[in-house]
């Protein structure tokens, strides 16, 4: 098989590489051109998809739809051009590539457009190629149960999403966002408030991986350090904190809103960082870190200000910035000596200096040190918790426990492995490609960028940003120095917080190990036992149901068609309008007719040989197609007797290898099987006459009749129907037809390949 | 099972089964018949053979493996369907073409219509002698 492989160049990875690289990067730069234009007033431009259904894929750009697409274009960028060099040389580099373009079309999609069918199916299109990405790797077992478990997780929660979009369309009357969005007040106010509310968190909470659905991301990390860089931390779990900002002017401002965000939102930000510092695996303390910052987000823009709604999306742009360039880093790292535990690397700083600044730059954001752009992020967050009338204590509290702990991972991630004497590791560390470090190096430059300039990132990104999320208001001002503030005390106890804790923190992980080995709850766990359930409840029910007894089905079948059509009769008291039967006046030939088709159905049920069985059954048919000729619709007549003909010839082609019927079957058997076949005749028979006495509209025979031959040419109307008005259907029952007998043919070769029903048991 | 008289028999009515079947297929616009009925006939024909000689005798009268008709068939189907969207029509709209047409009369009329009819009747051939052939084969 590896001869097959196509040998890939080297060159930027070939035709594959920098198509992958120049598609992000010319969008970065056509985006990056519209900034000036977005800071004033949001663009929109669209086409029909189905006109009929109302569902156009309509494009909304503002402020928060461009810091996304800046954020998937431009970190795109870096991933692609990094993944170049990291995974240029495997074989299924091109595969991988297509995967990550695939997915930053969804994830573009998602964020631009403008009606919410099309978002749930660009949320669809993420959720899928994060499943292929992560399960790249298909070869580990471990790789497909991360991605599967990514896929049902998010699945699941993105069709409990479809329901609350249709519900809110329903609503609203619109599936267009900006149609929706101004509607905020009927919204809030209608009794399925609730439910829409609850329907859309499922989605953005499994989306962006909040407690207790939070066990996928870390699993998650089983994919190339590339993916988890940019789908599971600056752009594809952020998805959800898209949503909840996008449905803020619809949604949010309630109580429920508040106190759901906040609370999820803040307990996931701490046990996410109290997890992080439990982790040995560099990548594992990142997944954690970044799980913290989903929680921080859902937090701020759960409580709703002006003010927490510029902190969220500064500290969506800050995270960004400094989790894609710590991922990165830590690649490096990996490809470079082997290994990415915590425990084990030592000393790097020397042998790759540029890493080391990019780690560096990046720690330091993340850590909340000035004058990156972090600690412009922080004290921002500070400051709007503090202004907060609700909820004040609780969302200070969480993100004071959250910061601290955040220093301390960045002291994990970024200063031990680089400081202090050069430890063993499997490989010898050397320093990484350019390819690999421009992503990073450039990442930690933005941070410090913005860190000195934060008011450039205010005025174009995130002052926007928060207009569209919260709506107008004045004009936003970041500070690096705010002046002696509270914000900025809290920032200074945050610090001594965390460098006490980075000192015991080699403690703080042998206790947190100690803990987690006694705790019961253990989501990961208690996934696969949900699964486990999940196939035993399959199994159970499969058993239950599908007998393998084609008696069984057809009883159960006849059953239920006299149980619904006869107690819907019994229920609308259809039974006493029946018009009489005296008024079945019929002709001595028909009379005739139906004297034969008794003669035929006395016969099947009579006899104890099948053949006989079958023949009578012909019988039957050939009695019905005559009344089709007696009421002249030849082409009925000729096509029912047609199928008989063949019926029987099929029948009797499967019958002659069975043996004959049972002599002595059970009275009960017989009884039962009675009741059932006189119950079918006898409520077909009411539904029949019913049928037939109830008022005919005409209106489709006499458009037939008149449309038939001068607009479809045709004199045969049935035909004409058939080839012609309806072709649509006709073409479904040919490919229908096609199908089952292409099926049938596959089930009769495998008849006798089967294995014996002994061996089949086990 | 070899019975002389079927066998015999068989040889002509196969072939009148299968003009038969043409002729109710090119009928059916205007008069009984059309690409369903079509296809059951001769599908009959080819099962009537099968009978009397044997499965691999039809098939080999075939010539082609009858679930390629069948797939043939809906590809002609939806074909004929597609050729609206040259005239920049819907889907399925039926095209029309009257040969030596005279005031009034309609003359040869060839349309998409025709060919969709004849991909039902290949789906139906195709799809019946794909079942039946298996049948008799494998059970």
């Known amino acids: ?762 | 099972m070899q019975s002389l008289i079927l066998t015999t028999t068989t040889r002509l009515l196969v072939a009148l089964l299968l003009v038969f079947s043409v002729y109710a297929l090119l009928r059916g616009h205007n008069l009984p018949g059309g690409g369903f009925i079509g296809g059951l006939i001769g599908a009959t024909a080819f099962i009537l053979y099968a009978i009397a000689a044997s499965v691999e005798d039809a098939a080999r009268a075939l010539k082609v493996d009858p679930a390629n008709i069948a797939m043939l068939g809906v590809g002609v189907a939806g074909l004929s369907g597609l050729s609206a969207g040259l005239a920049n029509q819907p889907f399925f709209t039926g095209q029309w073409l009257f040969l030596f047409a005279e005031d009034g009369g309609k003359g040869i009329p060839i349309s998409s219509v025709l060919f969709f009819d004849i991909g039902v009747y290949m789906a139906v051939f195709g799809g019946i002698l794909t079942l039946v052939f298996a049948l008799e084969r494998e059970i």
């Open chain 1, 1 to 762: 098989m590896a001869d097959d492989y196509i040998k890939v160049p080297r060159f930027m990875g070939g035709p594959a590489g920098w198509i992958s690289i120049l598609f992000p990067a010319a969008l970065f730069i056509y985006f990056a051109g519209l900034l000036p234009q977005i800071a004033q007033t949001p663009v929109m431009r669209g086409i029909d998809w189905v006109p009929s259904l109302g569902i156009r894929l309509s494009v909304i750009l503002d402020g928060l739809s461009m810091t996304f697409a800046l954020l998937i274009t431009g970190i795109g960028t870096a991933v692609t051009l990094y993944s170049s060099r990291y995974l240029g040389d495997h074989p299924h580099y091109p595969r991988f590539v297509s995967y990550l373009l695939i997915f930053m079309v969804g994830m573009l999609g998602l964020v631009l457009a403008d009606n919410l069918i099309s978002v749930f199916v660009f949320w669809e299109v993420t959720t899928i190629s994060s499943y292929l990405l992560i399960g790249f790797n298909a070869d580990k077992a471990a790789s497909r149960r991360s991605a599967l478990q990514a896929l049902l997780v998010t699945g699941a929660g993105g069709l409990i999403l479809l329901a609350g979009i249709i519900v809110l369309g329903n609503i609203a009357g619109s599936y267009e966002l900006s149609e929706i969005l101004p509607q905020g007040d009927m919204i809030r106010a209608h009794p399925w408030y609730l439910a829409i509310l609850l329907m859309f968190l499922a989605g953005a909470f499994t989306k962006s991986a909040q407690v207790p659905f939070h066990f996928w991301l870390p699993n998650a990390m089983a994919a190339p350090t590339p993916v988890s860089a940019y789908l599971h931390s600056a752009t594809m779990v952020k998805a959800g904190v898209f949503l909840m900002a996008r449905m803020n002017p619809a949604l949010g401002g309630t109580d429920v809103w508040f106190w759901v965000l906040t609370i999820f939102g803040g307990v996931t930000a701490v046990f996410a960082s109290v997890m992080a510092l439990r982790q040995t695996d560099i990548k594992q303390v990142l997944a954690y870190t970044t799980l913290m910052a989903l929680g921080t987000l859902t937090m701020f823009i759960g409580a709703g200000t002006h003010y927490a709604i510029s902190a969220a999306m500064l500290f969506l742009v800050v995270h960004s910035l400094y989790k894609a360039a710590l991922f990165l880093m830590i690649g490096i790292v990996d490809h470079s000596t082997g290994t990415r535990d915590a425990t084990v690397l030592r000393g790097l700083g020397r042998a790759m200096p540029l890493t080391a600044l990019a780690a560096a730059l990046a720690a330091l954001s993340m850590a909340g040190i000035p004058p990156l752009v972090g600690f412009v992020g922080k004290e921002y967050m500070y400051k709007a918790s503090l202004g907060l009338d609700q909820g004040m204590i609780w969302v200070t509290a969480m993100t004071f426990a959250a910061s601290a702990l955040m220093f301390v991972a960045g002291g994990i991630v970024a200063l031990k492995p680089f400081r202090g004497q050069l430890a063993e590791t499997p490989h010898k560390a050397h320093e990484g490609p350019w390819q690999m470090l421009a992503g990073p190096l450039v990442l930690g430059a933005l941070s410090l960028t913005f860190g000195l300039m934060p008011d450039l990132l205010g005025e174009y990104i995130v002052g926007p940003g928060a207009r569209a999320v919260y709506g107008p208001h004045e004009d936003l001002h970041l500070h690096l120095w705010g002046g002696l503030n509270a914000a900025l005390y809290l920032s200074l106890a945050t610090f001594a917080a965390g460098l006490l804790l980075y000192l015991v923190h080699t403690r703080i992980r042998s206790a947190l190990t100690r803990i987690e080995n006694r705790n019961p709850i253990d989501f990961d766990a208690g996934w696969d036992r949900l699964l486990d359930g999940f196939k035993a409840f399959a199994a159970w029910q499969t058993g239950l149901i599908q007998t393998g007894s084609l008696q069984r089905y057809m009883a159960v079948i006849f059953g239920a068609f006299i149980v619904m059509v006869g107690g819907t009769y019994l229920v609308k008291g259809a039974f006493s309008g029946l018009p009489g039967l005296s008024q079945a006046e019929a002709h001595p030939v028909q009379w005739t007719v139906l004297a034969l088709i008794a003669v035929g159905s006395i016969l099947v049920v009579w006899t104890h040989s099948r053949m006989t069985a079958v023949a009578g059954m012909g019988v039957v048919g050939i009695g019905v197609s005559l009344i089709f000729i007696i009421f002249s619709a030849p082409d009925v007549a000729i096509t029912q007797l047609l199928v008989e003909v063949l019926v029987v010839v099929l029948v009797s082609l499967v019958m002659l290898r069975l043996p004959y019927l049972p002599r002595r079957s059970s009275k009960n058997f017989r009884t039962g099987h009675a009741i059932i076949a006189g119950g079918v005749g006898v409520v077909t028979t009411f539904l029949m006459i019913s049928v037939l006495g109830s008022d005919f509209d005409p209106r489709l025979t006499e458009f037939f009749e008149k449309a038939s031959y001068p607009d479809a040419h045709g004199r045969n109307i049935v035909n004409v129907i058939l080839v012609d008005f309806r072709a649509l259907d006709t073409f479904g029952e040919i490919t229908v037809v096609t199908m089952a007998a292409i099926a049938a043919y596959a089930l009769l070769r495998g008849v006798k390949k089967a294995v014996p029903d002994d061996e089949r048991e086990a």
